[in-house]
T-cell receptor, first 115, second 115 residues
Framework: AQKVTQAQTEISVVEKEDVTLDCVYE???????LFWYKQPPSGELVFLIR??????QNEISGRYSWNFQKSTSSFNFTITASQVVDSAVYFC????????????FGGGTRLMVKP | DAMVIQNPRYQVTQFGKPVTLSCSQT?????MYWYQQKSSQAPKLLFH???????NEADTPDNFQSRRPNTSFCFLDIRSPGLGDAAMYLC??????????????FGQGTRLTVV
């Protein structure tokens, strides 16, 4: 069965610091998709990125960047120059191509950015 | 513009009194999901509709039911809410037509309180 682990349950940084959120996944499937979602205090899960298992190219979007490494089964998320508005719970998730439509979530990492 | 809309945002119900939560979408996605999220936990999938086909997770209690009268709307019925059912309920949609797998879009959630 598949599994997603976010070892950091809570991280606290000061504004403008860089921060990396770790995500490690387990699956025996060769085709799968990885996601990051942000959940601010309002409750809505906001989609950030999707990456398929055949695409190990890292991605940068503004202050956000993602490092996907199949060799270590990791899909880490870095926020550069963090801001107070980045404070939220971040979830890493996995979906298998042949497992219906079920997202397997990690436990989430609560990020607190202090002014 | 909101694409996945959940009503109400907050719902208070009495122990044992049936309650219905609603979700609508403007994305014309063929898959709709209901997740339960308890405090400081990851969302847990209750069930999903793939088009008109209902898919129940094995560990979803019988107390939870769902209806999808058309593509745009989906309802979560809790027949006899218990105190343990107090949680945030998240509706999500996605487009799924074989591969690739697309990201799910979430509503803002309904926070259910049972008194």
């Amino acid at each position: 069965a598949q599994k997603v682990t976010q070892a950091q349950t809570e991280i606290s940084v000061v504004e403008k610091e860089d921060v990396t959120l770790d995500c490690v996944y387990e699956t025996r499937d060769t085709t799968y998709y990885l996601f990051w979602y942000k959940q601010p205090p309002s409750g809505e899960l906001v989609f950030l990125i999707r990456r398929n298992s055949f695409d190990e190219q890292n991605e940068i979007s503004g202050r956000y960047s993602w490092n996907f490494q199949k060799s270590t089964s990791s899909f880490n998320f870095t926020i550069t120059a963090s801001q107070v508005v980045d404070s939220a719970v971040y979830f890493c998730a996995l979906i298998l191509n042949n497992a219906g439509n079920m997202l397997t979530f990690g436990g989430g990492t609560r990020l607190m950015v202090k002014p | 513009d909101a694409m996945v809309i959940q009503n109400p945002r907050y719902q208070v119900t009495q122990f044992g009194k049936p309650v219905t939560l609603s979700c609508s979408q403007t994305l014309n996605h063929n898959v709709m999901y209901w997740y339960q999220q308890k405090s400081s936990q990851a969302p847990k999938l209750l069930f999903h509709y793939y088009d008109k086909d209902f898919n129940n997770e094995a560990d979803t209690p019988d107390n939870f039911q769902s209806r999808r009268p058309n593509t745009s709307f989906c309802f979560l019925d809790i027949r006899s809410p218990g105190l343990g059912d107090a949680a945030m309920y998240l509706c999500a949609t996605s487009r799924r037509t074989g591969t690739p797998v697309f990201e799910a879009f979430f509503g803002q959630g309904t926070r259910l309180t049972v008194v």
